[in-house]
């Protein structure tokens, strides 16, 4: 049955919404949460579809406690007008924190308007990659847009803004401040990558020195990169593409 969960102004400590497929075309919205305990996600779909999802405040911290997680199946939702953070924690490697959204076997969601902070963690993650609660599978034709992903620690290459695993997704008109890597699709092909401005640095894993990211944009085959403003400091390329794909209109300045 499809609900409506709205906040009140109170804030929700250490607590999860969840849906699931039963509770598909749910609204969630204005809700203020504030979890510090690991596995403790803000917002968790577990195969909800059209479900809507705006005007939250979320603030994480703790082992994959992600602030918005969707997951097997959840599809054509509306995630918009958030703020999200997760912060870093005392465990794994210092500073490096869990993605902020996370999505796994998810496919024709929106994702935009968003106000996004990240430690050294991918900000937006489509992984294939499974861990505890998180089933993980490929993700495709998402629509990431609008969104400002801002780094809030000196990153390593845990930090990537935007990383696709699954094809033909289109990341559009995102600012993407002190990543690592901006956008990245490993080995996924046909993925498009539109008039977004990302702004590229990192620091050595090991001795914590300055190094530079290593690439502004880093795609697999039959990829559209179009009109990015690419800056910062790196030590690969400000574009990297497979084959087949166009590459257009952009301007790098490193």
Not at 47 to 55: F, K, L, S
Not at 150 to 178: C, F, H, P, R
Request: hydrophobic share 30%; glycine share 12%.
């Amino acid at each position: 049955k499809n609900i409506t969960v709205a906040g009140s102004g109170v804030t929700i400590t250490n607590g999860i919404v969840k849906l699931t497929s039963g509770a598909s075309g749910s609204a969630v919205h204005d809700l203020k949460i504030r979890n510090t305990e690991s596995y403790h996600q803000g917002i968790y779909l577990l195969g909800a579809t059209n479900c809507e999802i705006y005007g939250n405040d979320i603030i994480n911290q703790g082992q994959s406690s992600y602030a918005i997680a969707l997951i097997e199946g959840s599809d054509y939702n509306l995630i918009h007008d958030n703020t999200l953070q997760c912060k870093g924690a005392d465990y794994g490697h210092g500073t490096r924190s869990t993605s902020v959204m996370l999505l796994g076997r998810s496919n024709n969601n929106i994702i935009e308007n968003n106000a996004i902070k990240s430690d050294d963690a991918n900000a937006i993650y489509l992984s294939s990659y499974s861990g505890g609660e998180f089933k993980g599978g490929e993700s495709y034709n998402n629509i990431i847009r609008y969104n400002t992903i801002q780094y809030m620690v000196n990153v390593t290459s845990w930090a990537y803004g935007v990383q696709l695993m699954g094809g033909n997704n289109t990341v559009e008109s995102n600012k993407i401040y002190g990543a690592y890597r901006g956008v990245s699709s490993s080995d996924f092909p046909s993925n498009k990558i539109i008039n977004n401005t990302i702004f590229v640095t990192g620091f050595d894993f090991s001795s914590g020195e300055f190094s530079g990211g290593d690439y502004g944009i880093a795609l697999a085959s039959n990829a559209t990169v179009k009109d990015n403003t690419i800056t910062g400091y790196f030590v690969g390329s400000g574009i990297s593409v497979g084959d087949y794909s166009v590459v257009e209109n952009n301007f790098v300045n490193a």
